[in-house]
């Protein structure tokens, strides 16, 4: 397929045209990220948006892929001496990968096989010859080829190796197995039974034991879960062809078999036989071979569900509202290793650490307070980031003390997702950032950090540890790193980054900016001190033009030498922004944020050869609010007081809680029991809900009613429809299986989840402090 060629299917695809397409690919191929094209060369690709561009990019990928396997194919048939026109039409036309393999699979070299053996015997004639005339009797035709030096003995060998030849014929004809394959598809099912004696063994597949559902309408949860559950030995998976098996006589496969070739019984002596050879073909080879293809099939359409939801919920939780430029205390709770503190100041930086014992078996819990009271005043914290692993809720008490007790410090307590923070902690680049610390206080920093700006810390994660995935580490890691690496992207890009201190890790991700690259602006900016200006970006060692065009949009300078330097402006279009004072009469301070000026103004006036309607739009939008952050504002959620275990709660309850994780069948909401709660795709609201995230994402903030509360199994039921009737003892919801171990997400455990809010004014109540806590707090100077 020429490249215009295919051009023009993903322009058919996209519902845009040819030229918008060629543009865009132009760009890509021109070394131009997503997130440029779309901001600033809106003129170019006909304003197509980053959707469409990463569709564009992914199927311009595949369908090159595609043109690459077929000039192989090409090749290899006419190397073999068996390419005509009729063929090479047929592949030329080939519009999928699974097609053109199917065209190719005669061809396709292999190990000999029966029916190459019976081909050699010279037995295909014996073959050809029952299938043009049923009339011949089997046995008496069979017997004129035997012949012992072929390796024939006998009459019954002869019509083996002829049902051989015309069973490879059956199954490699692409047309009758593309037929079987899309039919087998729609009316076919995957059932799961449980192995013999593995039912303890595998009881958190309890729900697959004895189960069947047609391929067409299984989630993708649902599919993973299956074949995870078939990986660990529980459970035996089959491909079945249809719901309801045909007891006697051919299925309709053997029936379209024999139809494609013309074979049916008529009482002629070789239609027995004919049809055996169509059974046999069917029983032994086509339904094998569909059964794998509909497996990989299966399976991939679960990965690339499972993708697009890990894909959505990162988004969410990397554009997360920031608490912003406030002094910040982390917390990482712990038992016996106490609780590692870390406290950073508005910038991020890292101001003092200690480590406090709380809880058992040290349980100094009074000494805990005034530790944390003393450095909460002398550094001016605001806020306290409790991570939400072992011992938060423990951690959490402590801290609601410390603000009843301390109502002076005016300390506001936010529980927020540790996941991946061990991950960041023992990285390279921590022992790099943090030399100084030890690697336990490392997770404190990160929990701290996180709270202030999600994008800024999650970044130097891989995205695959951060966990808000259904079942990850069951799908492609190609797959999923590229669409992560791709969702990180965007998500960097469209908040733009401060290069006076963004991280490296943080550069990185910025359009045009690779890793070496972010490390010598990093090394700059250390021996020359802050950019004062974009154009001085151009100073940077292996900056040159192509990178500085792509990534200079993206990166602001706060209070630099240039206003504009600090807006979402791009250096190429800072002429249209000074033709747009002249026109207006005004400088640069007085215009930017002056929305009634601004508001006034004809775009088209503006527009020239170079910068279109578009890009003047999109200029006089941020000249009114200049490096808009595209999040949300910050807010936290309040637990409620006296519900801090699964044992406290209770059918009817309304709590306030904040959505972890979105998968394919519901959400789950951290409502501060340790225990993720499960809101059903089926409690989420009284309209069908086809999509979970229609409904809630990561980090928002919601109100629940609890329906069911299973101890035994930790399985928290939840209601969005808080006028739902729940009946006594609870009314369950059905809660998908989690396959076992909570990975990348996929169930209760706490320590996976987006970003977690929760502010519980105060905590448990205690009296003034005196005694032993008001002499230790004396003795340190508190009053």
């Known amino acids: 397929m020429p490249e215009s060629k295919i051009e023009q299917q993903i322009a058919e695809e996209l519902g845009v045209g040819v030229g918008q397409v060629t543009s865009a690919v132009g760009l ?60 090479e039409a047929r592949i030329l036309a080939a519009d999928s990968k699974a097609r053109l393999e199917d065209i190719y699979l005669p061809y396709k070299p292999k190990r000999r096989t029966k029916a190459q053996i019976a081909r050699e015997a010279g037995l295909e004639p014996l073959a050809d010859g029952l299938l043009d005339d049923p009339t011949v009797d089997p046995k008496a035709a069979a017997a004129a080829f035997v012949d012992a030096d072929k390796g024939v003995a006998d009459a019954d060998a002869a019509l083996e190796g002829a049902r051989a030849i015309l069973v490879e014929r059956f199954a490699e004809d692409a047309d009758l197995i593309g037929e079987l394959r899309e039919k087998m598809w729609g009316e076919g099912r ?34 993973l879960a299956m074949f995870r559950g078939e990986k660990e030995e529980i459970l035996d998976l089959t491909m079945e062809p249809e719901a309801e098996p045909v007891e006697t006589g051919p299925s309709d496969y053997e029936v379209r078999i024999a139809h494609r070739f013309g074979i049916s019984d008529q009482g002629r002596p070789a239609d027995a036989w004919l049809n055996g050879c169509v059974r046999w073909a069917w029983r032994t080879k086509i339904q094998l071979h569909l059964g794998i293809d509909l497996r990989m099939r299966l399976r991939q359409a679960a990965e690339d569900e499972a993708v697009r939801v890990f894909a959505a919920n990162l988004r969410d939780l990397l554009l997360a509202a920031p608490a912003g430029t406030r002094a910040t205390m982390g917390l990482d709770p712990g038992f016996r290793t106490g609780v590692k503190v870390a406290v950073v100041d508005a910038t991020g930086k890292v101001v003092a650490t200690d480590t406090i014992y709380p809880h ?46 301390f109502a002076d410090l005016k300390l506001t307590k936010v529980m927020v997702s540790e996941a991946g923070a061990s991950v960041y902690s023992a990285s390279a680049f921590a022992s790099q950032e943090l030399p100084s610390l030890d690697v336990s206080l490392r997770g404190a920093v990160s929990i701290a950090r996180r709270l202030q700006d999600p994008l800024a810390e999650l970044v130097k994660i891989d995205p695959k540890s951060i966990g808000v995935g259904q079942y990850q580490h069951d799908i492609s890691e190609v797959s999923l790193s590229r669409s992560l690496d791709a969702v990180v992207e965007d998500c960097v890009n469209a908040v733009g980054v401060d290069v006076n201190t963004a991280s490296a890790p943080l550069l990185t991700r910025v359009s045009g900016i690779g890793s070496s690259l972010a490390e010598s602006i990093v090394a700059h900016r250390d021996a020359n001190g802050p950019f004062r200006e974009r154009t001085a970006l151009k100073e940077v060692a292996r900056l040159g033009p192509k990178a500085f065009e792509q990534c200079a949009g993206f990166l602001r300078i706060p209070g630099g030498d240039d206003p ?33 000026v601004l508001t006034k103004l004809d775009p088209r006036k503006f527009v020239d050869d170079t910068f279109g309607l578009p890009t003047v739009t999109d200029i006089l939008a941020e000249l009114d609010k200049p490096g808009r952050d595209p999040r949300p504002a910050f807010k936290t959620a309040a637990f409620a007081d006296g519900v801090d275990k699964l044992s406290d709660l209770k059918a009817g309850m309304t709590l306030e ?24 795709v089926s ?49 369950p919801q059905r809660a998908e299986p989690r396959g076992g171990q909570r990975q990348g997400g996929q169930g209760g455990q706490r320590g996976q989840g987006g970003k977690r809010g929760g502010q519980r004014g105060g905590g448990r109540q205690q009296p003034a402090p005196g005694g032993a806590l008001a002499d230790a707090l004396r003795r340190a100077g508190y009053k």
């Open 360 to 405: 058992q078996p040290q349980q100094r819990w009074d000494e805990a307070l005034v530790t944390l009271a003393k450095l909460a005043k002398q550094h001016s914290v605001e806020l306290v980031a409790i991570g939400n692993g072992t011992a938060s809720r423990e951690t959490d008490k402590l801290a609601g003390e410390l603000i009843s007790k």
């Open 683 to 731: 409690a989420m609201s009284k309209n069908f809900v086809k999509d979970p995230r229609e409904v809630a994402k990561p980090g928002d903030i919601v109100r629940v009613k609890v329906l069911d509360v299973d101890i035994p199994r930790k399985r928290i039921s939840l209601t969005l429809r808080l006028d739902d009737e729940v009946t006594p003892g609870g009314k």
């Open 190 to 223: 995957l059932a799961a039974k449980v192995r013999a004696g593995k039912e303890t063994e595998g009881a958190k597949f309890a729900d697959y034991f004895d189960f069947a559902e047609p391929f067409t309408k299984l989630p993708s949860h649902r599919i």
């Open 657 to 680: 809680g904040v959505v972890t994780n979105v998968a394919a069948f519901g959400a789950f909401v951290d409502i501060g029991v340790h225990q993720d709660g499960l809101v059903h």
């Open 564 to 596: 504009l330097d600090s807006s979402a402006v791009h250096p190429e279009a800072y002429p249209v922004v000074r033709r747009i004072l002249e026109a207006t009469g005004s400088d640069l301070p007085s215009l930017i944020g002056n929305s009634r």
């Open 28 to 87: 890509l191929d021109g070394g131009a990220t997503v997130p440029f094209i779309a901001r600033y060369r809106k003129e170019v690709t006909g304003a197509l948006d980053d959707a469409q561009l990463r569709t564009l990019e992914d199927r311009l990928r595949y369908l090159r892929e595609l043109e690459e396997r077929r000039v192989a194919v090409l090749d290899s048939i006419r190397s073999q001496g068996k390419l005509d026109d009729e063929l």
